[in-house]
């Protein structure tokens, strides 16, 4: 594990816990975590876009996200919708491997990791997404603090 990368996790995990009351509901929860997501690793350190996709009838919606506009609504392919299938994180190393399967909003992005987001009956309702413009920008340590961050702070919330 990157202990580098553990420690900005827990800033922002820190921040994030700092920032939400119990009744806040899951929208707005999902804002903060953006938000402190954005704050610790946005421009480009590494993080070129960090949002949310909320799963409807064969297709997601844009939620609560930072910094520059995306697609919306996007259908069940790509990275994100592999993740909200499966129920499991996808990491993207390079999106270019993914050919015709990757839904490209900003040609620049080069890697990327999704989440999925569980409603409290466990049925994945939507994904973290986080883009960089730099190949391989994601691994382990991202993957596990992702997956604690939306696990501590969405599971009670949707």
Known sequence: MNDELAWRY???????GAAIPPAVPGEARMQIIVDALWEEFGEHRPVSWVGFYLLGEGEMT???RR???ACSPIGLH?????AALSGKTVVVRDVRELGEN???CDPRDLSEIVVPVRARDG???GVLDIDSYSVGAFGETDRIALEQLVADHLADSI
């Open 67 to 69: 910094d520059k506009p």
């Open 78 to 82: 790509g990275a994100c919708g592999a």
């Open 62 to 64: 844009l939620g609560p």
């Open 123 to 125: 049925r994945v309702t």
């Open 102 to 104: 990757y839904i490209a």
């Open 10 to 16: 827990a800033r922002a995990a820190a921040a994030i």
